[in-house]
């Protein structure tokens, strides 16, 4: 099957700093991709769609300017997380889609100490 | 609008018993659905997806689920639960195959009783 590869998996970092997470289709094209935040024993919430060449398109509540994402080509999407904040440590997950399936990264734990 | 319900949020079965998983969803358009599995701090794993095509669904690992249009559920069963089954289960709705949004539901912990 297609694979979708987020990286890194896991981070920490200090309150006040960004991070950037990267999520990349490595062996075919995404159509879209998206971003999902997980906090714990919950279920994933969506937070943004991503197309390539095009601004991403957030949910209701999430803060753009805090999540600032870029899709720069067909196989990159990054995240990043702007003066991170100890809120915002949570399971973030990627999806890259194409027209017949979405495929998941394997997660980034973000801990904002 | 569309939305999953995921009755249980823990089940527990004995190592080769039957594993049933509730899921009923709602939707406004003709709904695709599907069951991922989650292990610990990992991504999800697809494990089958009802597309409007056959109403039994089989996926990987012996699961398999059953579209119900008039009682609005997908539940996903397996004859003989294995202690690598043990792992979160994830029901979602979609107006598409894979290029809108997925909704979630809130996720069954399964556990697998040796």
């Known amino acids: 099957g297609a694979v979708v590869s987020q990286h890194p998996s896991r981070v920490i970092c200090k309150s006040g700093t960004s991070v950037k997470i990267e999520c990349r289709s490595l062996d075919f094209q995404a159509t879209t991709m998206f971003w999902y935040r997980q906090f714990p024993k919950q279920s994933l919430m969506l937070m943004a769609t991503s197309n390539e060449g095009s601004k991403a398109t957030y949910e209701q509540g999430v803060e753009k300017d805090k999540f600032l994402i870029n899709h720069a080509s067909l196989t990159l999407s990054t995240l990043t997380v702007t003066s991170a904040h100890p809120e915002d440590s949570s399971f973030y997950i990627c999806s890259a889609t194409t027209d017949t399936e979405a495929f998941f990264g394997q997660g980034t734990r973000l801990t904002v100490v | 609008a569309q939305s999953v319900t995921q009755l249980g949020s823990h089940v527990s079965v004995s190592e080769g018993a039957l594993v049933l998983l509730r899921c009923n969803y709602s939707s406004s358009v003709p709904p695709y659905l599907f069951w991922y599995v989650q292990y610990p701090n990992q991504g999800l794993q697809l494990l089958l997806k009802y597309t409007s095509a056959a109403t039994l669904v089989k996926g990987i690992n012996g699961f398999e689920a059953e579209f119900k249009k008039s009682e609005t559920s997908f539940h996903l069963t397996k004859p003989s639960a294995h202690m690598s089954d043990a792992a979160e289960y994830f029901c979602?709705?979609?107006?598409?195959?894979?290029?809108?949004?997925?909704?979630f539901g809130t996720g069954t912990r399964l556990t697998i009783i040796p």
């Open positions: 979602a709705v979609s107006g598409n195959f894979g290029n809108e949004k997925l909704t």
